[in-house]
């Protein structure tokens, strides 16, 4: 299926830059023998994750707490030998590291991005500024020994070569190691019809079924799953050697609840495209007929997602006025391809509109939960996850 021509998803930018703005072919398919679902071009990826990433895991309180949970996870499941040690892939900021930091525990955080891999070191977080792959998961075993541990949340689709992944996973972890990681489900996607999960940064969309065969060819496989609630729907995965660990029946669920879903059939994918042509037309409906009622409308999360909806939609900035955001780096910034003002929350806040529309739904409770006072003025929430409507 093609969106057509997308800019860089968290390509935030000034007024200056946007004569020389990078647009691509926003595609993804689904391979029929492999059962992958992925994009079919992809971004360089110095153009994704470079000195100027703006994603901060920290800017989310429910991302915090969900990370010191994980962390409190690996520590209890997986850390149980002496002096262990955990890598972590695309460590970003460090708030799933900070835990093993705080506590005294062998770490290592792998973050191309050298801003946020900056903001890690300021919190303690052992950080190498790199790629992972096979011949750095060489280095980093023949430095700090093998892992107990090699984690990745919502870094894993963003990687396109995953076998180099892998492999590394192999060389890395001690015989019994465990390489655990959680990304945006694919079925979650088919069920909400919530494409605004493909953008230039997430090459993969995982399904049970496309990951163990991928494993498979590695002596690797998947023993355990848990879904996750986070980034809309999310899947963690645990992967070992083959054979080292007992295989939970969570397993055997999810792949039941797969072929249920068909997500090995092409038609499922096809029958996908004609909902997410239905929502985006629903959507920019709605929005064309509250400004011709004279209702002001404000986008409410700066989110990469939120670039694929705006620019297939064609949401420009007669319909949203601006786009409130907490972080810094974001804000009076233009969003990407459509070029909406991005602006910090206080103005959402002091001028409440008539309808936001809430780009950052994945945080639906968290913002709702400090939002009475919008709700409060006569204000309404526009969701298009699992369906486009005016929240009653
Ligand atoms: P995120 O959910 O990580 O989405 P994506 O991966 O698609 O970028 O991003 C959430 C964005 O919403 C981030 O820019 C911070 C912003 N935000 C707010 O402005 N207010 C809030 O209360 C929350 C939770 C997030």
Redesign the pocket.
């Known amino acids: 299926m093609s969106f057509g021509r997308m800019p860089i998803a968290?390509g935030f930018l000034t007024r200056e830059q946007f004569a020389t703005e990078y647009f691509f072919d926003l595609q993804v398919g689904f391979c029929e023998s492999c059962g992958m679902v992925q994009l079919t071009e992809r971004v360089d990826r110095e153009r994704l994750f470079n000195e100027t990433y703006p994603?901060f895991t920290s800017?989310?309180?429910?991302?915090v707490k969900h990370f010191t949970e994980f962390a409190d996870e690996i520590r209890t499941r997986h850390l149980t030998s002496s002096d262990p040690l955990v890598v972590e892939i695309g460590s970003n900021d460090g708030t799933l590291l900070s835990s093993f930091a705080k506590a005294g525990q062998r770490h290592l955080g792998i973050e191309p991005s050298s801003n946020v891999a900056e903001e890690a070191r300021r919190r303690g977080v052992q950080t190498l500024c790199a790629f992972f792959d096979e011949s750095l998961a060489k280095r980093i075993a023949s430095e700090h020994g093998p892992a107990d541990v090699l984690v990745g949340a919502?870094v894993m689709c963003h990687i396109p070569d995953l076998h180099a992944v892998a492999k590394g996973a192999r060389v890395l972890l001690k015989p019994e190691g465990v390489l655990v990681f959680e990304d945006p489900y694919l079925g979650e996607i088919v069920q909400k019809v919530s494409y605004d999960q493909i953008y230039d940064e997430h090459v993969f969309y995982f399904s049970l079924g496309s990951l163990s065969r991928l494993f498979e060819q590695y002596d690797l496989e998947v023993y355990d799953v848990r879904p996750l609630e986070e980034?809309g729907g999310s899947m963690r995965y645990y992967v070992g050697r083959k054979g080292r660990h007992a295989v939970s029946s969570a397993v055997e669920d999810l792949r039941a609840h797969e072929r249920a879903l068909g997500l090995h059939r092409r038609d499922t994918y096809e029958t996908l495209r004609t909902r997410i042509e239905r929502s985006r037309d629903a959507l920019k409906d709605l929005l064309v007929r509250l400004r011709k009622e004279g209702k002001r409308i404000v986008g409410?999360?700066?989110?990469?997602?939120?670039t694929t909806v705006t620019n297939y939609c064609g949401i420009t900035p007669d319909l949203v006025e601006f786009v409130?955001?907490?972080?810094p780096i974001?804000q009076g910034k233009y969003t990407p391809g459509v070029h909406i003002p991005v602006r910090p929350?206080g103005e959402f806040s002091a001028r409440y509109p008539d309808c936001a529309l809430l780009?950052?739904w994945?945080?639906a409770g968290?913002?709702m939960a400090?939002e009475p006072q919008f709700r409060a003025a006569g204000g309404r929430w526009i969701v298009y996850v699992p369906q486009v409507q005016i929240l009653s």
């Open positions: 968290n994603f800017t989310s309180s429910r991302m919502n980034h409410y999360g700066a989110t990469s997602k939120s409130s955001d907490t972080t974001k929350h780009f950052a994945n945080h968290e913002i400090k």
